[in-house]
């Protein structure tokens, strides 16, 4: 239920966005930081202390390529939170947005658990939120999706320190402020 509160919460914001002016560019930064801010105040468990920091540049993109995003950063947040920080008192998620040469770049960092050994999201993706996420990146936005586990090798023995998730866009569905 809760997830399904989240979806319909993260879709109020981008029509909140849109009902300002359908024609304009929507700020995608704006719109992490509202859905960031729903994430946590409806899904994170209230004994938990979780940051959210959206990092990077403002980019606009058109309604029909920030609806999908918007959806896709939410089931990531949701996944982080769910998952990742799952039975931490405390933890933080980081999005940053960049732009690069012909591409946008959207990430989504976690400091939780880290990923199964066995996880692979493009063959068999685990859950509904992340086929929801592979199809949105892959079919709506015709970008791509990594997902890796965060090692710190700086230790005697590899550390994981949580999760990343990537997504890419061609830079010609993207513009700059």
């Known amino acids: 239920l809760t997830e399904a509160v989240n979806r319909v919460l993260s879709m109020s914001v981008i029509h909140e966005f849109l009902s300002q002016d359908e024609h304009r560019p929507i700020n995608v930064k704006d719109v992490c930081q509202r859905i960031a801010s729903q994430v946590t105040q409806v899904s994170a468990n209230p004994e938990q202390e979780i940051s959210i920091q959206v990092q990077g540049s403002s980019i606009r993109l058109p309604a029909s390529?920030?609806?999908?995003?918007?959806?896709?950063?939410?089931?990531?947040?949701?996944?982080?939170?769910?998952?990742?920080?799952?039975?931490?008192?405390?933890?933080?998620?980081?999005?940053?947005?960049?732009?690069?040469?012909?591409?946008?770049?959207?990430?989504?960092?976690?400091?939780?658990?880290?990923?199964?050994?066995?996880?692979?999201?493009?063959?068999?993706?685990?859950?509904?939120?992340?086929?929801?996420?592979?199809?949105?990146?892959?079919?709506?936005?015709?970008?791509?999706?990594?997902?890796?586990?965060?090692?710190?090798?700086?230790?005697?023995?590899?550390?994981?320190?949580?999760?990343?998730a990537v997504v890419t866009l061609p830079r010609r569905s993207a513009r700059m402020l």
């Open 65 to 164: 390529q920030a609806t999908p995003l918007a959806m896709v950063v939410n089931e990531l947040m949701l996944n982080a939170v769910e998952h990742g920080l799952k039975d931490r008192p405390r933890g933080t998620i980081r999005i940053l947005l960049e732009e690069a040469d012909d591409t946008v770049s959207l990430q989504v960092e976690d400091d939780g658990q880290g990923l199964p050994a066995d996880f692979d999201v493009e063959h068999h993706p685990s859950s509904l939120g992340l086929q929801i996420v592979h199809t949105l990146v892959t079919d709506d936005l015709k970008g791509r999706l990594a997902m890796e586990s965060i090692v710190d090798a700086s230790e005697a023995e590899p550390v994981i320190r949580g999760t990343r």
